[in-house]
């Protein structure tokens, strides 16, 4: 912005040399023009007044008046040229032009009156009268040669003066163009960098994301309009990664929904019956026969579990919506947790809002749950934030050892468990529910332990009073809740 405002600058100032230079020229120009307007027109003048005493000099030398004619002409071209030369001059100039017409007054009177009558008669009146001429012609034209060669003096000093400043006109205006040029320069390696390179950078981005490519970020590194449009790109590329994984969320929970049903009703049919077998074997006398037959029963309700679990996470949600204090339904939770250990519930801020109770709940009971079993000694926590105007936060954190790196990509995917007799879709199926409120279930990085947030947003209908509570509510993830 500097750059260019200086070569901004600089272009108003070669425009105002060039002017100011061609104004100096033109005003040198018209003093060289004045003055040789001036030399040529005391020139004329200097001609008529010798004109009009040669006329006067064949009088006296025919003795008559056959020039008489020509002297009144040379007279009145004489008086015309001074009445020229008057507005040319100024200072000495001018009044020694005054002298030369004053002068050519006297010989026209000394015509006249003294010449003019002695010019037949000659004698000595008329050579008196002829000297005086020759001394007032004399004097005008030494006045024409000095007022001359004054002028042709002052032209030049014009044409001397208009040299200089040609000379200065053209050093000023070629350093002016080049401090243009180099401020041009300078604007065009700002431009390219400034502009040019972090257009090219956000069109890559854009060709990576049009390409495919949803980890393409643009740098942000600045606060004007390029790097607003950087981050709005960015913004743009993580809503799209978020919403391909929801997709491909979508598209996995439907094959599993469909696998699922299929596995529901080939499996649950043969595990009931052999559930009733091993319930009949259980009641016989032999104490080895009946801890087999629990056995068996233990691992055939996990395999109905399993099956329950599958379902659970791929059949649409219907949601029964109610407002709900979510800080008491946490306090509920924890006290049915049991009395191995204590958990604390902090609440602030406005935390009610519309929610299915049951499956909110089946949510911070998993999250509980997997805390206490991660962490059996230390303290766990539900926080429960509504400050937020749009979104109400709960976060259920342990001091247990942790996430492993290698789980945190893969936690909320079916099967996905650390545990040894765990089946790997409570927190699969608690991710779901949250989705079905329109929200979100997180893993939140912490210095130690592990802590998931459940990220539940204020814009559910509550249904009016007296209206159905219990119809299906199509999600942007195309889940029906």
């Not at 696998?259 to 595990?271: D, Q």
Request: aromatic content about 2%; overall charge negative.
């Amino acid at each position: 912005m500097a750059a260019t405002m200086l070569l901004a600058a600089a272009v108003v100032a070669a425009l105002s040399v060039s002017a100011v230079s061609q104004a100096v020229l033109a005003a040198r120009a018209r003093d060289v023009r004045s003055a040789d307007s001036a030399i040529a027109a005391v020139q004329r003048v200097s001609i008529a007044v010798r004109d009009a005493y040669a006329h006067q000099a064949h009088t006296v030398i025919l003795q008559n008046r056959t020039h008489l004619g020509h002297y009144q002409k040379a007279l009145h071209d004489a008086r015309a040229a001074l009445a020229t030369a008057r507005p040319l001059l100024r200072g000495q100039d001018l009044e020694g032009l005054e002298s030369i017409a004053l002068g050519l007054e006297a010989l026209d009177e000394n015509f006249t009156t003294s010449l003019l009558p002695n010019v037949e008669s000659g004698g000595a009146p008329l050579e008196e009268a002829h000297d005086r001429a020759l001394d007032l012609i004399m004097e005008a034209q030494e006045s024409a040669n000095h007022i001359a060669a004054h002028l042709e003096a002052a032209a030049r000093e014009a044409e001397a003066a208009a040299r200089v400043a040609e000379r200065w006109t053209v050093a000023l205006q070629l350093a002016v163009l080049a401090i243009a040029l180099l401020l041009s320069a300078t604007v065009a390696l700002s431009v390219d960098r400034t502009i040019s390179r972090p257009l090219l950078a956000l069109e890559a981005a854009a060709r990576r994301l049009a390409a495919g490519d949803l980890s393409a970020r643009a740098a942000p590194e600045r606060d004007d309009e390029l790097g607003s449009l950087a981050r709005r790109l960015n913004e743009m590329a993580v809503e799209l990664d978020q919403r391909e994984k929801r997709l491909l969320d979508a598209e996995r929970l439907a094959g599993i929904g469909r696998l699922a049903a299929g596995v529901a009703h080939e499996i649950n049919n043969p595990l009931g019956v052999m559930l009733g077998y091993a319930r009949l074997i259980e009641r016989r006398d032999d104490e080895a026969i009946r801890e087999d037959a629990r056995a068996i029963v233990d691992e055939i309700a996990r395999c109905q579990s399993i099956v329950g679990g599958l379902l659970d996470l791929a059949r649409p949600h219907r949601l029964k919506l109610a407002d709900t204090d979510l800080a008491a339904l946490a306090h509920e939770v924890a006290e049915r947790m049991g009395d191995t250990r204590r958990v604390e519930v902090r609440a602030r801020g406005d935390v009610v809002t519309a929610i299915d109770d049951g499956k909110v709940r089946q949510i911070l009971n998993n999250l509980v749950q997997n805390a206490i079993e991660a962490a059996p000694t230390g303290a766990i926590a539900i926080d429960v934030d509504g400050e937020d105007a749009e979104v109400i936060h709960v976060r259920v954190s342990d001091e247990g050892p942790g996430i492993a790196a290698e789980v945190r990509g893969r936690l909320f995917e079916p099967f996905a468990t650390t545990k040894a007799k765990g089946t790997g879709l409570g927190l699969a199926v608690s991710a779901s529910l949250a989705r079905a409120h329109r929200g979100e279930l997180s893993l939140v990085d912490t210095p130690r332990g592990a802590c998931f947030s459940l990220r539940i947003p204020r814009t559910l209908r509550t249904p009016a009073p007296g209206a159905p509570n219990d119809g299906p509510t199509r999600t942007p993830l195309g889940v029906s809740v």
